[in-house]
């Protein structure tokens, strides 16, 4: 995944949300928070890094970037258990069963947005 048009797409997301919120014009962003799943394909250092060079010029100028990275979480299907595992190890962790739908970890989620004082 190209993080440089990932930023441009979370700032573009960001852009359009506060367009829907009057109330908000004219107000700066101070932070931005975005999950990354461990098999988004997303690299969140290079997310961090890039997004300084996305923002400039963008309601998202001098913001925040906050990275929460999520691994990949499975559920079993044959004993229940939900837990996480790593990234090329999809199987229960409990009874080895392959039979594991994933829950969570391929996901590129906006999950909070602060603005400035106005
Ligand atoms: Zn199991």
Same mark, same amino acid.
């Given at each position: 995944?190209? /993080?440089?048009? $990932?930023? /441009? !797409?979370? @700032?573009?997301?960001?852009?359009?949300?506060?367009? %829907?919120? #009057? /109330?908000?014009? =004219?107000?700066? @962003?101070?932070? $931005?928070?975005v999950t990354i799943g461990a098999l988004s394909g997303c690299e969140p250092d290079l997310l961090a890094r890039m997004f300084p060079?996305?923002?400039p010029g963008t309601v998202a100028e001098g913001a925040e970037l @906050? +990275?929460?990275?999520?691994? !990949?979480? +499975?559920? &079993? /299907?044959? &004993?229940g258990t939900e837990r996480d595992v790593a !990234?090329? $190890? $999809?199987? &229960? #962790?409990? &009874? =080895?069963?392959?039979? +594991?739908k994933l829950v !969570?970890?391929?996901e590129v989620l906006l %999950? =909070?947005?602060t603005l400035a004082e106005a």
């Open positions: 995944m190209h /993080e440089l048009s $990932l930023c /441009e !797409a979370l @700032i573009s997301t960001v852009r359009r949300q506060l367009a %829907t919120r #009057p /109330e908000y014009a =004219g107000r700066r @962003i101070k932070s $931005l928070k060079h996305a923002s @906050i +990275v929460d990275f999520q691994s !990949a979480r +499975v559920a &079993c /299907e044959a &004993c !990234a090329n $190890l $999809l199987v &229960c #962790p409990k &009874c =080895g069963d392959q039979g +594991v !969570a970890g391929d %999950t =909070g947005l």
